[in-house]
């Protein structure tokens, strides 16, 4: 049986800021969403506030069969379209979203550390645990909020820009 006819977990690009209402559109549909959100305090003039937000913004995770709710998905409110290749659907390996999902603390929010070491944008760098272990990429820039970085991943054909905690990536010794 080919993906196309499988349920698989998949990665939807949200139209900005509408993560929560293209999760709350799929979920309607009947379908699983992972919406992993991260909370953090922030200083606002001073005082301090709790800040919610989705730890890949932009994007949500939705499990689903490509053949009966691919127009459906990419055509729901809030939601720009299905992350695909060539044409059709990337699925998103079982692993990694259960590796997101084991990092979720009792509050709802997934659990963020920080590291106090980091590369310089430009550096070659390899991700050393997490859901993207293994894969290699140039290092971007530190998000600000200390605790992740943002990489530039060179996938089958495919450049994807992903936000990692810190302490999940390594320096690769690898000529460029």
């Not at 949200?14 to 979920?27: F, G, Q, V």
């Not at 054909?157 to 320096?171: D, F, L, N």
């Amino acid at each position: 049986m080919d993906s196309w006819s499988q349920q698989n977990w998949y990665a939807v690009h949200t139209k900005p800021t509408r993560e929560d209402s293209a999760a709350m559109n799929i979920r309607r549909m009947g379908l699983e969403v992972l919406l992993p959100k991260t909370e953090r305090e922030r200083k606002v003039y001073g005082v301090p506030h709790k800040v919610i937000r989705p730890l890949f913004p932009g994007y949500l995770f939705a499990r689903f069969t490509p053949a009966t709710y691919l127009h459906l998905i990419n055509y729901a409110r809030g939601v720009s379209r299905v992350v695909s290749g060539c044409g059709k659907p990337i699925a998103v390996e079982e692993r990694i979203i259960e590796a997101i999902q084991s990092r979720v603390g009792a509050g709802g929010y997934v659990r963020m550390e920080c590291s106090s070491q980091g590369p310089k944008p430009g550096d070659r760098i390899e991700v050393t645990e997490g859901p993207f272990r293994g894969l290699k990429g140039i290092f971007a820039r530190e998000l600000s909020d200390t605790a992740r970085v943002m990489i530039l991943l060179d996938m089958i054909e495919y450049q994807a820009q992903v936000s990692v905690e810190k302490r999940h990536i390594g320096a690769v010794a690898e000529a460029v």
